[in-house]
């Protein structure tokens, strides 16, 4: 099932991950699942506790240390793979991703356990499909849209979370189409573009209005938003170990390897030989 760009493991995957080390990274973007049991991690230092009917969000740019696990958890991982927006065809846009994750400040959140439920039963569908010893005609097809009914499940439950929790928030529907476009400008542009100049253009706006509308809608500025996914990306090349960190800092557009560590440092509080040293210490999903 190698052309299916995810991929889903049950908790006998994790706890033999753990068995050397109890510290893991994701190469890319995961959740994990927890019916059942409890699970406390540290993440890049902090301690966090999670427990039944709540979902956590991997980013590559954390490393997660197990503290403790209960013998009867019941977990899922889902690691999606970077073809996978395309292979899925969401039809959510980024801001709508943005609102969804804003509901879960700590990276986890809980959900309401008939909800779980039907997602979880979905999950184990999945997972059957996955790992099925003989290929049926539509496997590809019943991996992509069931899971595609989890995310939408996810989103849509999240984006309803965020406004109950917000209930005094008034969008303009043109700041928020600005916002939307520049999330998806930035996706397609930020390797080579860090200047708000080419997306105010883009958007046929002034910077001013652009930083603005993006603040106003999301809480946030359009330079932290660049900012992010640049150094999401230089966690996944850092990863890579024949890369070295002189050329990652080139091939990411900075002028030089002094630079580039002085900006990965701001942003993560650790160097990126730090964070490289590290990442090979534990295992990857």
């Not at 010893?133 to 849209?145: D, G, M, S, V």
């Not at 150094?231 to 990411?252: G, H, Q």
């Not at 990442?279 to 990857?284: F, K, N, P, S």
Request: hydrophobic content about 40%; some cysteine; aromatic content about 14%.
């Amino acid at each position: 099932m190698q052309e299916v760009p995810l991929l889903l493991f049950d908790e006998q995957y994790l706890l033999a991950l753990m068995k050397d080390t109890q510290a893991f990274h994701a190469k890319e973007f995961a959740i994990i699942f927890i019916k059942k049991g409890k699970a406390d991690f540290l993440v890049n230092g902090q301690l966090h506790h999670y427990t039944s009917n709540s979902i956590l969000f991997i980013s590559p740019r954390n490393i997660y240390e197990m503290k403790s696990i209960s013998a009867s958890v019941e977990i899922f991982i889902a690691v999606l793979l970077p073809d996978s927006k395309n292979f899925f065809n969401y039809n959510f846009n980024r801001f709508n991703v943005y609102q969804a994750l804003k509901a879960g400040a700590n990276n986890s959140v809980p959900i309401p356990k008939d909800d779980f439920n039907s997602v979880w039963g979905v999950l184990q569908h999945i997972h059957h499909t996955i790992h099925q010893k003989t290929k049926t005609t539509y496997q590809k097809e019943i991996i992509k849209y069931s899971f595609s009914a989890v995310a939408y499940t996810i989103v849509s439950f999240l984006e309803a979370q965020f406004k109950s929790n917000t209930p005094t928030l008034t969008v303009n529907s043109r700041k928020e189409f600005i916002s939307v476009r520049f999330l998806e400008l930035a996706a397609q542009h930020y390797l080579k573009e860090r200047e708000l100049k080419f997306y105010a253009e883009k958007l046929f706006i002034s910077i001013k209005y652009l930083s603005i509308c993006v603040k106003e809608i999301t809480g946030n500025t359009p330079t932290f938003f660049l900012q992010q996914l640049l150094v999401e990306e230089a966690c996944k090349r850092l990863m890579i170990y024949e890369n070295s960190i002189a050329n990652i800092a080139f091939d990411l557009g900075f002028a030089d390897q002094f630079i580039f560590s002085k900006f990965f440092k701001k942003t993560l509080q650790q160097t990126p030989s730090q964070f490289r040293k590290r990442a090979g210490q534990v295992h990857t999903i």
